[in-house]
């Protein structure tokens, strides 16, 4: 039961990070271009894409209404979170890596513990039996 509600903090918590990042490029879409475009990206083409990406992401996985979706969705984030910090520490601005890291640790969290708190179960999580066992 404690593996379950670790999932759903983790999992909620991935959500809040990924609508609320969703929001600043939406309220705040001149800053978000002006952030991309200094670390190098092509902003106009990007922007309007991670939108899109970072309110269907949590989407999936929330919804988890296909499997093969839901563990699509965290191989994307997980790449996205990579390369978000990668990118971040690269510019040389570590305090703007920091949610993409906080953002790792959700993730990972999550996808380890889905199978204790989802019925229609991950082929590719970890058995709930090992992560339950090391939790008690």
Known sequence: MTTAYIYW???ALLSLLYF???GLYI???DFVRKAQADLGYSAPFLVPLMI???VLGPLAILG???VALSDLAYAGMLYHLI???MAHLGARKPKDALPAALGLIFLVVSFATQNAAREVQSPYAPATTVFSASLN
Do not use: D, W
Request: net charge positive; aromatic share 6%.
């Open 20 to 22: 609320a990042s969703a």
């Open 64 to 66: 988890h209404f296909n």
């Open 83 to 85: 390369l978000s910090g």
């Open 9 to 11: 903090i983790s999992t």
């Open 52 to 54: 899109v990406v970072k």
């Open 27 to 29: 309220a705040k879409g």
